[in-house]
């Protein structure tokens, strides 16, 4: 049976020590650390980093919810004691529909999560280019094992209670509709599945309208390496409903961070046509009814 909320089969298995498999430019890019506990505070815990892989385009309030459920999931249910938590952009070079530029992506994210004591943005991914400056992919396994090479090898991975360095356990956070799609017959190498279920494990998000039992059928042999964190409340903001709020016009305040929405409206991300007055779009318009805009009744 898979991890769920009610369940108590925890596993450590530790992660291979990978060389580097960084590709940007010298002096372009620094890992950031500045939120990772060094030391942990729980005798008996293998120490845990969460990455999220991801469009983050833009960011909303439920990708930043499933790390604090993600959270409290491994401090009720697991063996584990999270040190971190990170938010990994995709790269331009995944050409996906609606992906806004990735340094605004970087710095919607860090703009976002700048209060959290613990969550932190690795631009690793938006920066990373081939021979002719131009951006390129990085698969998620290597970016898992980026992490596993910064924090475990890099840094000498994190100091435990008794004094002595221990391993971080690196693992994946994502949503149900990513393991749904790696159920899919071809659509994910068997290496690279390997890589993530096998060798660093994930944590899921279950979402409304999704099928998890299903999804996790065809990943039996990774059984051990994955947890299944349910929704108490459920959240379904996604990234491309605001995107297409944005694209009629439409208010997205309360939808995601007001520092985000501030900076879409700055930058004139993800709507069409010239910049105009936003204050009313973004702060609410007065002479609308509820339900309304312009005038006209939203369907839903």
């Given amino acids: 049976m898979f991890n769920t909320l009610t369940s108590h089969n925890t596993t450590a298995s530790g992660t ?43 960011i909303t309030f439920l990708h930043m919810r499933m790390f604090e459920m993600a959270s409290d999931f491994v401090r009720f ?3 584990f004691e999270v040190c971190a938590g990170y938010l990994s952009p995709v790269s331009d070079a995944y050409k996906k529909a609606g992906l806004a530029p990735g340094r605004h992506r970087v710095e919607m994210c860090s703009r976002a999560i700048a209060s959290s004591p613990w969550l932190m943005v690795d631009p690793f991914e938006t920066v990373n280019c081939n021979e002719n400056g131009e951006p390129e992919y990085v698969p998620t396994a290597k970016v898992l094992r980026h992490f596993d090479h910064e924090i475990n090898t890099v840094l000498g991975g994190i100091e435990g209670t008794d004094g002595k ?11 149900a509709d990513l393991v749904m799609s790696m ?3 071809g659509l994910w190498s068997p290496i690279d599945l390997g890589v993530i279920l096998g060798q660093y494990g994930a944590f899921i998000v279950e979402r409304s309208g999704t099928d998890i039992e299903l999804a996790l059928s065809t990943l ?3 059984e051990n390496n994955i947890w299944v964190i349910g929704q108490v409340i459920q959240n379904d903001i996604s990234s ?10 439409l208010s997205v305040r309360y939808l995601i961070p007001d520092p985000v929405v501030d900076y879409i409206n700055e ?3 993800y709507q069409e046509g010239p910049p105009k007055n936003n204050k009313d779009k973004f702060n609410g318009s ?14 839903s």
């Fill in 77 to 79: 249910n697991t063996d």
């Fill in 183 to 185: 159920g899919e017959p």
């Fill in 16 to 58: 291979a020590t990978p060389v580097a498999v960084s590709t940007h430019p010298a002096g372009a890019y620094t890992f950031p650390i500045d939120k990772l506990k060094r030391r942990q505070t729980r005798p008996g815990k293998t120490p845990l980093v969460l990455v999220a892989c991801g469009s983050f385009s833009p």
């Fill in 286 to 299: 007065k002479d609308t009814a509820p339900g309304t805009s312009d005038g006209k009744l939203i369907k």
């Fill in 165 to 175: 360095m221990h391993k971080a356990k690196i693992a994946l956070l994502a949503g």
């Fill in 220 to 222: 039996k042999q990774y």
């Fill in 240 to 249: 491309t409903k605001v995107r297409l709020f944005l694209k009629k016009d």
């Fill in 267 to 269: 930058h004139h991300l």
